[in-house]
């Protein structure tokens, strides 16, 4: 079972008799090593894994639990020669189908298809109707047809398919905002929270035991949470964020959804049937049998983004920065793999900057950069418009690479996987792909941030006058106007820039060329050095 299969409402283990089946975990160092992972997700992802263990003894199936230092299918070739073949569900992540491929090849292991999906590579491809680009809205409608939720004879509940438009309101203290759950210790998580000090120790974040769920009752405290506390203002407040409140009225629950521990069927399920406004039902369902889905499906047909000729695919896996920061290599003393490469590297606005240090928590002087960067390296999590309006935009606004920005979100984020995170970041947070599976690059001005934000008011710049952010904004239509004209979502926007005159524009190019210098170096911003 993959470390992300961790359920026995799904495949053979729903099914058979438990006393008369097998389960192989593997936890596997060589994995950990791979890239700089925060200590939260090793602690994630392992605890959950003894856990899992546990519960499944527990209900009398036979598990061996495997320890290895090396690729997966080192550690379960010797096991598929003794007691023959084995079967596995379509594994989610690329990196772990690639390594298994010459077990498959051999006969020595079988996939069988995953089940923790919602939907089916043939439902995406009709939703498409074989054309590109591709479209999360005309999945979606398709598959809301398709499976009936959220709709009344054919037509969908509430007349229209998506509430976004209602729910852009900016977040004023009012409703209180939820205080997430603490989770309790248990003997496996110490066990865990241990040995990573011992063998991880080097990896980076903070580990903070008490808000690992690891458990079945953990899983429900969190479900139940997310349900009372959450989703009653989830579509109103989905795109505000504070200062006050690392995750407003965001669910959390994306670690458990990717490791399986809690199933997108249920929660779709579940929410469909929950009393609260259709706004809220709608805006959460969306995120799941839509985003969740289709980004998955994006990942699978184009092989992690491998499938266009001219793009470049790194050798190695990326460090998103760390050394530049660190001053030192990652210390991957472990043999790598030649099977695996470092993911595809698609730049269609080009990568001219490196990740600055600021997102390793260097501080940078912006209050909203340094005010999420924190809250990552705390907790492994941010929510969704952190990630895309102040991490991403800040990093497309500069021309950061969007491989190396990806590698970044990876190692920094407890739910990230690569056909999760790479269509994110490359597709969604850094226009990476072009208009390949989002329709414009999600960037803005210190406006929107002041208006969607309480950061600005913790800031040494003022939005409405010196932010840095603003002419960043409009250097980066400037530059990449000739790439954009064609995108009619941006015509606004490019015409705006186009009325600029030419000493704004120069000054434009001047904050561009300084912040870019500064952050890259290290340095914190400040008015008085952007000014000079
Ligand atoms: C630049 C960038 C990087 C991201 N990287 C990841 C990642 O590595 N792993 C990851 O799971 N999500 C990623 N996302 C999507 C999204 O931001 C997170 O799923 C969400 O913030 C998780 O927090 P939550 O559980 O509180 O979400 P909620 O806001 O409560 O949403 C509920 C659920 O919807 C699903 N969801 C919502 N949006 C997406 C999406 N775009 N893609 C996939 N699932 C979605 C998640 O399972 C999430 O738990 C990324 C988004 C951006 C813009």
């Given at each position: 079972m993959p470390y992300d299969q961790l359920s026995d409402q799904l495949g053979p283990l729903a099914r058979e008799n438990p006393r008369a089946f097998g389960i192989i975990l593997i936890e596997n160092r060589w994995k950990a090593e791979r890239r700089p992972y925060h200590k939260q997700k090793l602690a994630f992802v392992l605890s959950n894994s003894r856990h899992f263990a546990l519960e499944q003894a527990g209900r009398g199936v036979a598990v061996r639990y495997l320890f290895c230092d090396s690729p997966y299918r080192a550690a379960l070739k010797p096991v598929c020669a003794e007691l023959g073949p084995l079967e596995v569900m379509q594994p989610a992540e690329r990196e772990l189908r690639v390594d298994l491929q010459p077990l498959l090849d051999s006969g020595a292991v079988k996939i069988i298809p995953h089940e923790g999906w919602l939907t089916t590579a043939e439902q995406f491809h009709a939703s498409q109707k074989n054309k590109m680009p591709w479209r999360m809205d005309a999945f979606y409608r398709h598959v809301r047809r398709v499976t009936?939720?959220?709709?009344n004879s054919g037509k969908p509940l509430g007349g229209k398919f998506s509430f976004d438009a209602e729910n852009r309101r900016p977040w004023k203290h009012e409703p209180t905002a939820p205080t997430p759950p603490s989770f309790a210790l248990t003997d496996i998580k110490s066990e865990v929270g241990e040995l990573i000090e011992k063998h991880f120790a080097h990896h980076p974040g903070r580990l903070d035991l008490s808000t690992v769920p690891a458990t079945l009752h953990d899983t429900e405290q969190l479900w139940d949470w997310a349900k009372r506390e959450c989703l009653p203002w989830f579509g109103p407040y989905e795109d505000a964020m504070s200062a006050a409140s690392r995750s407003l009225f965001h669910t959390r629950l994306s670690p458990l959804l990717n490791l399986h521990r809690l199933l997108p069927q249920r929660v779709v399920a579940e929410v469909e049937q929950l009393e609260l406004p259709l706004a809220s039902r709608e805006g959460f369902i969306r995120q799941i049998l839509g985003w969740r889905e289709y980004v998955h499906h994006v990942h699978e047909a184009t092989d992690g983004f491998r499938n266009s000729p001219s793009v470049e695919i790194r050798k190695a896996p990326g460090d998103g920065g760390y050394q530049r920061w660190a001053k030192k290599g990652w210390p991957v003393s472990l043999s790598d793999d030649?099977?695996?490469?470092?993911g595809a590297a698609p730049a269609v606005l080009g990568d001219q900057t490196p990740l600055p240090p600021a997102y390793w928590g260097e501080e940078s002087g912006l209050a909203c950069l340094d005010h999420v960067v924190n809250a990552v390296w705390e907790e492994g999590y941010s929510h969704h418009i952190t990630r895309l309006m102040v991490l991403a935009n800040l990093a497309t606004l500069l021309d950061v690479s969007p491989r190396e920005l990806t590698d970044w979100f990876w190692a920094a984020y407890s739910d990230a996987y690569d056909w999760v995170v790479e269509p994110n970041v490359l597709g969604m947070g850094t226009f990476a792909l072009g208009d390949f599976i989002t329709t414009k690059p999600y960037v803005s001005g210190a406006a929107y941030l002041n208006r969607m934000s309480d950061y600005c008011s913790h800031c040494a710049f003022d939005p409405k006058t010196n932010c840095p952010i603003t002419p960043l904004y409009w250097a980066f239509l400037a530059r990449h106007a000739e790439k954009l004209k064609t995108n009619q979502r941006l015509a606004l926007a490019l015409a705006s820039m186009r009325k600029r005159s030419a000493t704004q524009r120069r000054h434009d190019q001047e904050i561009f060329g300084k912040v870019r210098e500064k952050l890259i170096a290290g340095e914190k911003l400040t008015p008085a050095l952007l000014e000079a």
């Open positions: 009936g939720i959220l709709m030649a099977r695996l490469d470092g």
